[in-house]
């Protein structure tokens, strides 16, 4: 697979990072409700400022772009640079693992932050990117963060559903769409019939491995909001490999409101449409 060399991109960060004025970080709000949350950071203990990061050297290539809805909430900016410091720091492990050669092409990081919701109840943000060490593509970064700002904590998969029965019934919806659209690939692609089985069969097997009946299955997915502020659907998001194959790309599901919200932990219900 040909890459897409990111100097274009870079230009644009760093013509990015030159207009934007950092936001204000005001204090995070008082805790609330019973989600865990987060200690007020102190002056001692607040993130630093984010900053989009533009890196290039002849062996490796960096770009990282944060969201500056994010700034006001030091717990969900500790998140956000912890996970982009992890890529960082594979990238590096993969050029220090060259000893004194240079790569026929730089390694390279790509990741970028997206707003998806920002709201006072509600932020999310959508982390997607490629980290690249060689090989024929990269791979891919997925990641999704929510915030609570009232609560001053991350929402995660296992504390909106905290019981297996929940995730049996989430996993039982999500497998039938995702089952249903492989389905209508293979038709649409014309498979002869002998072949058809086999790959009804395999990828199958893919999507029920990937879609167990467990919080960690279903850790990335983004608020779907209405414009009454609340949750209609939540978008469960699959990366390359987890239910198909990495040309079958990032996969994604919505599970409606009124399929989670007889299991959603009673904390968090105000939060769906009908909760």
């Known amino acids: ?40 950071a102190s002056a001692a203990t607040a993130p630093a400022p984010l900053k989009d990061v533009v890196e290039t050297t002849p062996r490796y ?16 900016v500790t998140a956000l640079m912890a996970y982009a410091a992890d890529a960082r720091k594979d990238l590096i492990g993969a050029v220090e693992a060259l000893g004194n050669d240079t790569p026929t ?17 509600l932020v999310a943000i959508a982390a ?10 990269g791979s ?14 991350m929402l995660t998969s ?16 999500v497998r039938e769409q995702l089952h249903t659209a492989l389905s209508q690939r293979i038709d649409a692609d014309d498979v002869p019939a ?15 491995d990937g879609t167990q009946p467990k919080a960690d299955a279903f850790s990335e997915f983004e608020p779907r909001v209405g414009a009454d502020g609340r949750i209609g659907a939540l978008r469960f998001v699959f990366p390359p490999y987890q239910v198909g194959p990495y040309a079958d790309g990032t996969q994604t599901v919505d599970v409606p409101a009124e399929v989670l919200l007889p299991h959603v932990a009673p ?8 909760g």
Not at 140 to 153: E, G, H, M
């Open 61 to 76: 290539v960096i770009g990282i772009t944060y969201p500056k809805e994010a700034a006001p909430y030091p717990g969900l």
């Open 128 to 137: 997607d990117g490629s980290l690249y060490t060689g090989g024929a593509h």
């Open 267 to 274: 904390a968090y219900r105000s939060l769906f449409r009908g």
């Open 1 to 40: 697979m040909t890459r897409v060399p990111l100097f274009v991109l870079l230009l644009a960060m760093v013509t990015l990072a030159a207009c934007r004025r950092e936001a204000p970080t005001p204090a995070a709000n008082a805790p609330s409700g019973a989600a865990t949350t987060a200690a007020p």
């Open 140 to 153: 891919p970064l997925i990641a999704r963060f929510v915030w609570l700002p009232k609560q001053n904590a």
């Open 158 to 173: 296992d504390k909106l559903v905290p019981d297996a029965k929940g995730w049996q019934a989430i996993s039982d919806f």
């Open 194 to 208: 002998e072949e058809r089985a086999d790959m009804l069969k395999n990828a199958g097997e893919m999507i029920d």
């Open 105 to 121: 092409a730089p390694y390279e990081l790509s990741l970028s932050y997206t707003t998806l919701v920002d709201s006072p109840n």
